[in-house]
């Protein structure tokens, strides 16, 4: 088949044959405005061969036309990089042209909050566990049930315990007696197997030292209880924790003691304010994100663990070098600016970036204050550079800690 017979019978296969010419004219463009083929050759400057920017493997001895037609344009020596003035040329008409745009590298902070979402949670540090301080047996049980909220010193269950009714009948005989010695040593061992004052033999009625939400309760009437025996747990609802999902990669945002602001879904138009408390250790690895855990307070209990909740995280007010977010160009490997120099020339340069936020991106490493990139065109520079065989200016190596020279 020959090219002028050629018809693309379908949609996606027209806009390939389009972008593919689109891309070519381009870099044929661009490669003529940056040394167009009548202009002489610049002073000590030697001609290496001639070439088509869209087939830049073609070379000629002499001006022409390419295998596709279009017309050769020279290639200097020197301009491959690794000279004293690296970097690709454009006069000032052509970047007009071109549309290239600069904007400095400047120092500031960037503003932005990080939003992300959460649910409620119990407090786990504000966690009673109720149990049996003798053996015993369960008399009679109080209307409760897992999932009640009841206050602090709710009585869950009315328990007899025959060791504590024995130490009780010593303690009255020995009080009896009148002995100061023996009247202290039988009230230390009340005090020893959790009897608070005399009386009542051996009946005692079990309550929740705290006030909140019954997680488990194992009473029954007629249980037959042993010491030690876990009888019920109860999380208080005075504080929540709020866990918040947050991106690894903004992982820099957050600081305990920081203040945070949600809003919950359940009280659309309210906001509650708390701060972090802990970051937890292990990454999620199936949405790589951290658990950063958010105390609340909850007047009133409204607060109820599962609720769900938008998190407002503050910006970092740190001062960091910033450049335009559109001037990065994102290889999949590296990062890189194209900077502008003297002369009109514009060189690539790797840099490691940071965290991004309104339409900036912090350059930890490669760039200096005050330089010039290419905010808008880069990609077009980028293609001649790359043509040119111009090397990008790779970053400094990192320097090396303590620990890495021990090694």
Do not use: C
Request: charged share 20%; hydrophobic share 45%.
């Amino acid at each position: 088949m020959t090219p002028g017979k050629f018809i693309p019978r379908t949609r996606a296969a027209r806009a390939v044959v389009i972008a593919i010419v689109a891309s070519g004219a381009i870099g044929f463009v661009a490669a003529r405005l940056t040394a167009p083929a009548s202009a002489p050759a610049p002073a000590g400057k030697k001609i290496l061969y001639w070439y088509d920017p869209m087939i830049p493997a073609e070379h000629h001895d002499a001006p022409g036309l390419s295998s596709m037609g279009m017309q050769t344009i020279p290639k200097y020596a020197g301009d491959a990089g690794g000279t004293a003035d690296p970097g690709v040329r454009v006069d000032s008409a052509a970047a007009q042209n071109l549309g290239i745009r600069l904007a400095a590298v400047e120092r500031g902070s960037l503003s932005g909050d990080l939003t992300v979402t959460g649910a409620i949670d119990f407090n786990q540090r504000d966690v009673a566990i109720v149990q049996a301080r003798a053996a015993g047996f369960v008399q009679r049980v109080y209307a409760r049930a897992p999932g009640d909220v009841i206050a602090a010193g709710a009585p869950l269950a009315d328990v007899l315990m025959p060791e504590w009714g024995g130490a009780q009948a010593e303690y009255d005989a020995v009080r009896r007696t009148g002995d100061a010695a023996l009247i202290a040593a039988s009230r230390e061992r009340l005090r020893l197997l959790g009897v608070r004052g005399a009386g009542g033999r051996g009946m005692t009625t079990i309550r929740s030292p705290i006030g909140g939400a019954i997680q488990t309760l194992d009473i029954r009437a007629g249980m037959t209880l042993s010491a030690g025996q876990t009888l019920a747990q109860v999380s208080g609802l005075g504080t929540v924790w709020l866990n918040a999902a947050v991106p690894e990669a903004q992982a820099a945002l957050v600081r305990i003691g920081r203040p945070v602001r949600a809003e919950l879904a359940a009280f659309p138009g309210e906001s509650v304010t708390g701060r972090i408390v802990a970051i937890l250790p292990t990454a999620q690895p199936d949405s790589r994100t951290l658990t950063v855990r958010i105390e609340l307070t909850n007047p009133g209990a409204r607060l109820r663990p599962g609720m769900f909740a938008t998190v407002h995280l503050g910006g970092d007010a740190a001062s960091r070098l910033l450049v335009p977010s559109e001037a990065i160009i994102r290889t999949g490997k590296r990062d890189l600016v194209m900077v502008a120099t003297a002369g009109g020339r514009y060189q690539p340069v790797e840099v490691r970036l940071g965290r991004e936020a309104g339409g900036k991106t912090e350059v930890v490493a490669g760039l200096a204050e005050g330089q010039k990139v290419v905010a808008s065109g880069q990609f077009l520079l980028d293609s001649e550079a790359s043509l040119g065989g111009i090397a990008a200016k790779p970053l400094a190596p990192e320097p090396m800690t303590p620990a890495d020279q021990q090694r």
